[in-house]
């Protein structure tokens, strides 16, 4: 079959609108390198090494496995869907536990999305996370201070976890709990809060049990910025070779959000 011109070059117009869209979702590497993946480049050095002890530490006592990922731009991808298909690709988490933890930023496009496994759907419920994202690192987002950030809402999310496992885990950024303007009505959305999740929890333990996970204590008080956010020994980057994930699974649970 000979090709006419014409019909080439048709085919070229065609295609060519879908090739950028094809190549438009950031490269992420086929596995984690380690526990704190900052191709956006806006972490230092020094809070990386810290976020990748706290990491660590979270992962030999809770088994959780929570990776950390900046990239520059999502080149036009949704951030739900690209959070949901890097965490899935990267397996976080531990097959049959499905206790998994991906929080993703994009710095030009000013989003972000906590990523949670199926296992830990009912400790760290949409509305928990949601509320860690825009009270605990919004704020510093919104200076320009990434690192600082992620460094304080991730040490929410092990401060949950931490309480719900039982287990103590040092070198937590100290946060003092940032007073709202309206205290009445601060209580009432917190109350409202841990209303929701009291009530979600029961209704998803009635239903099916979550394996791999034990005694329910649900999540602690949450600390946000005010205070100074200094504490804790500084951690070793080092160790973290042949890092990958465990098989866990994912089915959309999260929060997302922007600045």
Excluded at 183 to 201: K, Q
């Amino acid at each position: 079959m000979r090709w006419r011109p014409e019909l080439v070059l048709l085919l070229v117009l065609v295609l060519l609108p879908i090739l950028p869209a094809r190549a438009a979702s950031p490269p992420v590497p086929r596995q984690p390198p380690g526990r704190v993946v900052d191709l956006a480049g806006v972490i230092d050095t020094r809070t990386e090494d810290r976020l990748a002890g706290l990491l660590q530490d979270l992962e030999q006592k809770t088994s959780v496995q929570m990776v950390i990922l900046t990239v520059d731009s999502l080149d036009g991808e949704d951030i739900n869907s690209f959070s949901l298909r890097v965490a899935e690709q990267w397996k976080l988490g531990q097959k049959g536990k499905d206790n998994g933890l991906l929080l993703s930023v994009a710095v030009r496009d000013r989003k972000y999305r906590f990523e949670v496994g199926y296992g830990l759907e009912e400790v760290l419920p949409d509305s928990l996370v949601g509320t860690i994202g825009r009270r605990a690192l919004v704020p510093w987002f919104r200076k320009g201070e990434y690192g600082r950030g992620i460094l304080v809402a991730t040490g929410e999310v092990i401060r949950v976890l931490a309480k719900h496992y039982g287990v103590t885990i040092t070198g937590l950024p100290q946060q003092r709990m940032r007073r709202s303007r309206n205290n009445s009505t601060d209580s009432l959305v917190f109350f409202l809060i841990f209303l929701g999740v009291v009530v979600v929890g029961a209704m998803r333990r009635g239903r099916r049990s979550v394996g791999g996970i034990g005694g329910r204590r649900g999540p602690g008080m949450i600390f946000f910025p005010g205070g100074g956010w200094g504490g804790g020994g500084g951690f070793s980057g080092g160790g973290f070779g042949g890092f990958s994930g465990g098989g866990g699974g994912f089915g959309g649970g999260g929060a997302s959000g922007g600045w």
